[in-house]
T-cell receptor, first 115, second 113 residues
Framework: DAGVIQSPRHEVTEMGQEVTLRCKPISGHDYLFWYRQTMMRGLELLIYFNNNVPIDDSGMPEDRFSAKMPNASFSTLKIQPSEPRDSAVYFC?????????????FGPGTRLTVL | AQSVTQPDIHITVSEGASLELRCNYSYGATPYLFWYVQSPGQGLQLLLKYFSGDTLVQGIKGFEAEFKRSQSSFNLRKPSVHWSDAAEYFCAVGAHNFNKFYFGSGTKLNVKP
């Protein structure tokens, strides 16, 4: 298995632009998670999906952030408009059955820089 | 509220020396505890996890961790560190009924030759 795939690996954009991050979970995994990692706040859960349905988006920082999962093999995290404080590494993770006891497999992350 | 504290931001050890990374948690019930490792430019990889039972947990790459309820700790150990262990290590606590993990701020491990 190729593991969790994220694209792009690096993104540099200017303030005010729209940014779309992409994630392909491990095949057969029913849960997908989006995390953000910053120096100031560490690793934070933004949102997670179960069977393509958003379950908890309480970690999404504000309305500029949105996430979708149109099918079991693809999810996007969109920031519109982007701001410099959105600069961070964004990770996608997936797990097979969900629940705290299940192992989450992380992708390599997308490093976003907003100028 | 749930929280995880990793008091050491950076640690440097010599190759072959023993290692202990500290983790303290705050949680209202019996926690689910995890250690992850993040190599440069990579995502997080699970090293080990504790749910119940034996308080000494064995993980991959020769790591182990011990759950001490009285100290609210879950320290990670390795008897002999290899240069390839240089990475950042994250402790996390999981909520029982939710798919949420609370991560510590991480400890960066440097290994001297």
């Amino acid at each position: 298995d190729a593991g969790v795939i994220q694209s792009p690996r690096h993104e540099v954009t200017e303030m005010g632009q729209e940014v779309t991050l992409r994630c392909k979970p491990i095949s057969g995994h029913d849960y997908l998670f989006w995390y953000r990692q910053t120096m100031m706040r560490g690793l934070e859960l933004l949102i997670y999906f179960n069977n393509n349905v958003p379950i908890d988006d309480s970690g999404m920082p504000e309305d500029r952030f949105s996430a979708k999962m149109p099918n079991a093999s693809f999810s996007t995290l969109k920031i519109q408009p982007s701001e410099p404080r959105d600069s961070a590494v964004y990770f996608c993770a997936s797990s097979s059955t969900g629940g705290t006891t299940d192992t989450q497999y992380f992708g390599p992350g997308t490093r976003l820089t907003v100028l | 509220a749930q929280s995880v504290t990793q008091p050491d931001i950076h640690i440097t050890v010599s190759e072959g020396a023993s290692l202990e990374l500290r983790c303290n948690y705050s949680y209202g019930a019996t926690p689910y505890l995890f250690w992850y490792v993040q190599s440069p430019g990579q995502g997080l990889q699970l090293l080990l996890k504790y749910f119940s039972g034996d308080t000494l947990v064995q993980g991959i790459k020769g790591f182990e961790a011990e759950f001490k309820r009285s100290q609210s700790s879950f320290n990670l150990r390795k008897p002999s560190v290899h240069w390839s262990d240089a990475a950042e290590y994250f402790c996390a606590v999981g909520a029982h009924n939710f798919n949420k993990f609370y991560f510590g701020s991480g400890t960066k491990l440097n290994v001297k030759p």
